[in-house]
């Protein structure tokens, strides 16, 4: 085979198929060459195979090619292109990165037999028990449909190495859809939720549907200590009796004393006996229907019915704990069994909860309330808050107080009403300070509103000295203001923040305190995306310029995004980030959305060539008009790729709507 391939690597380039040949032929009889023999090809051969090969043929070959120094992110990357589209830009650069997003992608297609082109094409090097296995040894997170009864039935039989492999993997995972505890088929669901959150390693829930009853089994006995009513309920009602449990086992299997554990009961049994796996998949429709057959949802009791004896006994099962926790759906009934939960949820370290209308104000403020709770027990994890959508900004102040140690607050507010909202049904707390410093380190304030309350974000930032990440969008204020004095206190009162995102903002007239802002200043990441910053600007080159000679002044910054500025011919100003002996150390530059056309490229790139960035640079160009001269524009983009990576996607300008959104 190697001297094959060195004679097809000779030929003229109209024998050169030959070479793509033998690389189908590698691919289809792999198992017959042999790794040994695909190691032993010259080292370009084998760079030039490896888009070729399956998925399960990288994940082979890749621990023996690294150690002979060759990378496979060439062939992953190829699969992530068949996979997405010749149009879609991969921002990804090590091997690792794009294996496991490979993988992330392909286990849950292929695991539930989801509908994929890709997936079709290759279904069958990938509807494999080595695919998933190997897939499974890189995926962190576990997608569960309960609705595919019959794919995660299969966990608990024949694909039992994959469960086994999954519950030390998985750190997290997702229920999508709900799961009606009154079914006797969703306990299967209920069974592989058991063996991820409590015998595995998971310690982040993503429950993606609003369904309360559901939420109350997830959090039952995962660390918070309050029992749901009515899950206790059913859990009592279903519970069956160890003499209907032995009757549905083996004539010689162990009899069992089940029995509901909780975190919080005083009896703790050190042993139970399991029963052997009864045939829960094989229960008739009449049984089904009047309930015959035995039905729990106690996760101890189904561990025991699903799994096999392994001897006269057994260690009790383990009971998990939950420290991410994000509902997706998130109303008012499930907040209000969150509600419950959370004063004793006190391994609870990150609490994400989205709502897809605006929460009602009754609902924050029962959630305030429990986390003041929480955070009065002095016991508290909770660091971190995500929560949208909140109907003004005053109750983000609520929050706050409510959970005075956050260290990261991520907020969504959305209000079309005119004027300040505020009810005397909203009480401030007589020991609030709000003067008191805060600790938080990451904030985040995105806001839908006419006019925005400025002076309380301003306040919120005096108190926290101590911020590195502050991103803000959406800020309007009334006609006539400036958002400089936001500029001003980050100036002031913010001096360790290391990534600042102002988005969908003007900025036109505030170039003296961005200019202030930079002096002086540890950023790494700076945004200004969608700031009309060159708006106002008389003389738009030379003000560029100066923000150019400020941003080159501060040696820490490595990423600069100025998408959707408007700043079309001005961009070749940006080349001067490396000119000179005091080059940028940007090496991430977005300049997406700004209707740079293929002369304007093609200038900066001319200005680029004379000044190389000292690092390789990640260059954004995506969703500008590049098909307006496509020939000046590859031209362009061939005389940055040296020292450049590229990101752009395409454009078509018969789009007139998506031209003038970018130009307007």
């Not at 923040?497 to 930079?518: A, F, G, V």
């Not at 490229?601 to 001319?606: G, I, P």
């Amino acid at each position: 085979m190697r001297d094959t391939f060195r004679i097809a690597a000779q030929r003229s380039p109209k024998v050169m198929n030959l070479k793509q040949v033998c690389f189908r032929a590698v691919r289809k009889h792999f198992a017959a060459v042999g790794t040994e023999a695909v190691l032993d090809l010259p080292s370009p051969l084998i760079r030039d195979l490896l888009p070729h090969l399956t998925v399960c043929q990288l994940d082979e070959l890749q621990p023996s090619l690294n150690q002979r120094g060759i990378s496979t992110l060439s062939g992953w990357l190829g699969i992530l292109q068949d996979m997405c589209g010749p149009n879609h830009v991969i921002d990804l650069h090590t091997e690792e990165e794009a294996k496991h997003k490979v993988m992330r992608m392909l286990f849950t297609l292929v695991f539930y037999s989801f509908t994929n082109p890709f997936v079709k094409q290759n279904i069958t090097n990938l509807n494999t028990p080595s695919f998933l296995l190997a897939a499974a040894k890189c995926i962190r997170h576990f997608f569960l449909s309960a609705s595919l009864h019959k794919r995660l039935q299969g966990l608990t039989a024949e694909e039992q190495p994959l469960l086994n492999l999954l519950e030390k993997r998985i750190r997290s995972v997702g229920v999508s859809q709900c799961i009606d505890l009154s079914k006797r088929k969703t306990q299967t669901a209920l069974y592989v939720l058991h063996r991820l959150l409590d015998h595995g390693v998971a310690k982040e829930l993503v429950v993606h549907v609003q369904c309360p009853i559901v939420l109350a089994w997830l959090l039952h006995g995962r660390g918070s200590q309050y029992i749901h009513p009515k899950l206790m309920n059913l859990m009592n009602s279903k519970k069956p009796s160890c003499s209907s449990q032995a009757a549905s086992a083996s004539a010689d299997g162990p009899s069992c004393s089940p029995g509901l554990k909780t975190r919080t009961s005083e009896v703790h049994d050190d042993e139970v006996t399991p029963c052997k796996r009864s045939k829960l998949d094989f229960v008739s429709a009449e049984e089904e229907e009047s309930q015959k057959a035995n039905l729990t949802v106690d996760p101890h009791i189904l561990c025991q019915t699903f799994s096999p004896c392994d001897g006269p006994s057994a260690v009790a099962c383990p009971w998990g704990q939950i420290d991410c926790l994000e509902i997706r759906q998130c109303g008012s009934d499930s907040l209000r069994v969150l509600s419950s939960a959370l004063p004793t949820f006190f391994c609870l370290r990150s609490l994400t909860l989205h709502s897809f209308s605006t929460f009602k104000d009754s609902d924050v403020l029962g959630l305030a309330r429990a986390l003041k709770q929480l955070s009065d027990s002095s016991r508290s994890s909770l660091t971190d808050l995500c929560i949208s959508i909140l109907p003004y900004t005053g109750l983000m102040e609520i929050l706050l107080d409510a959970s005075p140690n956050l260290t990261s607050l991520h907020v969504e507010i959305q209000n079309v009403m005119w004027g300040p909202h505020f009810s005397p049904q909203h009480p401030r707390t007589a020991e609030s300070d709000m003067s008191a410093e805060l600790p938080l380190e990451k904030l985040t304030v995105k806001v839908a509103e006419l006019q925005t309350d400025l002076q309380f974000i301003t306040s919120v930032l005096k108190r926290s000295p101590h911020l590195t990440s502050f991103h803000v969008a959406g800020m309007r204020l009334p006609t006539g203001s400036s958002q400089s004095q936001l500029l001003t206190t980050l100036s002031e009162s913010n001096h360790l923040l290391r990534s600042l995102n102002l988005e969908d903002m003007k900025l036109s007239d505030c170039l003296p305190e961005i200019l202030n802002l930079l002096k002086d200043c540890k950023l790494e990441e700076l945004c200004f995306n969608d700031c009309r910053l060159l708006e106002k600007w008389s003389n738009k080159e030379e003000s560029l310029q100066h923000l150019v000679a400020a941003l080159k002044a501060v040696p820490s910054l490595h990423t600069l995004s100025l998408a959707q500025n408007r700043l079309a011919k001005n961009v070749c100003v940006l080349a001067e980030l490396f000119s000179g002996g005091s080059a940028s150390s940007v090496n991430r530059l977005d300049l997406s959305s700004n209707f740079i056309q293929p002369s304007e490229l093609m200038e900066f790139a001319e200005r680029l060539k004379r000044h190389h960035p000292p690092h390789h640079l990640t260059l954004d160009l995506r969703k500008n008009p590049g098909d307006r001269d496509p020939d000046t524009w590859n031209a362009a983009m061939k005389g940055l790729r040296p020292f450049c990576v590229l990101l752009f996607e395409g454009w078509i300008s018969t789009d007139t709507m998506a031209d003038h959104i970018s130009n307007m």
